[in-house]
């Protein structure tokens, strides 16, 4: 599982994960899958939400991603999917959520969680939601 944290609202955000491949005992990531790929699901559940928001290949709810590290809003009710690097960064993905996704009101976390394709490996991510931005580079009076 993997932790990443942003601030709740934050927009415009390029999550990257990996996916390991199920097939082997080597730890390796999956290489070679696609915004198409058969039987790809990418779901998504803040902690105060009742059901989860699912994005999948038999509902065409994921759409590729054109430049990868510049986000692009997907299109209403669709997330993007890509893979990032299948040499040098091996089993390594780029995801794209409408801004959306990150502004439930008052989570304090959203869950990612991507399977379903052949020889995949589920792969989980707890992002916190938060009120500071941790990426500002200026100290927060209420963590002080």
């Known amino acids: 599982m993997y932790l990443i944290s942003y601030k709740r609202g934050q927009g415009s955000i390029v999550l990257r994960v990996k996916i390991y ?4 005992t080597t730890g390796a990531g999956l290489t070679g899958l696609a915004y198409n790929t058969a039987g790809l699901i990418i779901s998504t559940i803040a902690d105060n939400e009742a059901a989860a928001i699912t994005y999948t290949v038999t509902g065409s709810t994921i759409e590729t991603i054109a430049t990868l590290g510049t986000y692009a809003a997907p299109t209403a009710t669709k997330c993007r999917f890509k ?3 299948a040499t040098n960064h091996p089993g390594v993905y780029e995801i794209q959520f409408a801004d959306a996704r990150y502004a439930v009101a008052l989570a304090k976390s959203l ?3 991507v399977s379903g394709a052949a020889n995949m490996a589920q792969c989980l ?8 931005d941790p990426y500002s580079g200026t100290p927060n009076a209420n963590l002080t």
């Open 83 to 85: 893979e990032v690097d």
């Open 111 to 113: 869950l990612v969680h």
């Open 125 to 132: 991510v707890s992002i916190p939601l938060v009120d500071f």
């Open 21 to 24: 491949d199920s097939s082997v």
